[in-house]
């Protein structure tokens, strides 16, 4: 069963330093997604991706983050200065517009650990 | 926007005892979703389940859209059962999903 991919799956950085995360969505699903955790708390939206621009973004995605979608199969999410509120699992995911659902299919996640 | 309030906060059950969770949601929506976050902190889609009932092995999800809520049950639960189960919504086609806050399930041997 095709599955979404997330790299890598725990990335560890210095405040103030960019990182990329990479996410490989489903090949034929054309809407994309990024969330996170933070340890113990609930999972949040941070923006939606389709036809190679933002379709939504929280209050969170603020000036310091980014997405793209560089080739037909990666897209990812940059985080140009990293603070330490920053820590958290980042999940990406993607669904299919053309399907009778709109399940969102969710990859392992990345864990980001800003020290 | 949306509210999505998940209840118990937390369960403990004894491996064979059966549960049922419930997500409760404030407005109508397009799709929802349940998921298990196993231990090492990925989601599982368990049921797209926006209306009606569904199965798969020992659990099963419904959901009465017009009274805004869905239940998830788990029969015969296993000690893999635990972890925090979420529920997740979106008002429109493709859109963002608001999650519960979840439910932590621990199964004792």
């Known amino acids: 069963e095709p599955e979404v991919t997330q790299t890598p799956s725990h990335q560890v950085t210095q405040m103030g330093q960019e990182v990329i995360l990479r996410c490989v969505p489903i090949?034929?699903?054309?809407?994309f997604y990024w969330y996170r955790q933070i340890l113990g708390q609930k999972v949040e939206f941070l923006v939606s991706?389709?036809?190679?621009?933002?379709?939504?973004k929280s209050e969170i995605f603020d000036d310091q983050f980014s997405v793209e979608r560089p080739d037909g199969s990666n897209f990812t999410l940059k985080i140009r200065s990293t603070k330490l509120e920053d820590s958290a699992m980042y999940f990406c995911?993607?669904?299919?517009?053309?399907?009778?659902?709109?399940?969102?299919?969710f990859g392992p996640g990345t864990r980001l650990t800003v020290l | 926007g949306i509210q999505v309030e998940q209840s118990p906060p937390d369960l403990i059950l004894q491996e064979g005892a059966n549960s049922t969770l419930r997500c409760n949601f404030s407005?109508?929506?397009?799709?929802l979703q349940w998921f298990h976050q196993n231990p090492w902190g990925q989601l599982i889609n368990l049921f797209y389940?926006?209306?009606g009932t569904k199965q798969n092995g020992r659990l099963s999800a419904t959901t009465v859209a017009t009274e805004r809520y869905s239940l998830l049950y788990i029969s015969s639960s296993q000690t893999t059962d635990s972890g925090v189960y979420f529920c997740?919504?979106?008002?429109?086609?493709?859109?963002?999903?608001?999650f519960g806050k979840g439910i932590t399930l621990s199964v004792r041997p």
């Open positions: 407005d109508s929506v397009n799709n």
């Open positions: 997740a919504v979106d008002t429109g086609a493709n859109s963002k999903l608001t």
């Open positions: 995911a993607s669904s299919d517009p053309g399907l009778a659902t709109d399940t969102q299919y």
């Open positions: 991706f389709y036809n190679n621009e933002i379709s939504e």
């Open positions: 090949s034929n699903h054309l809407y």
């Open positions: 389940i926006p209306s």
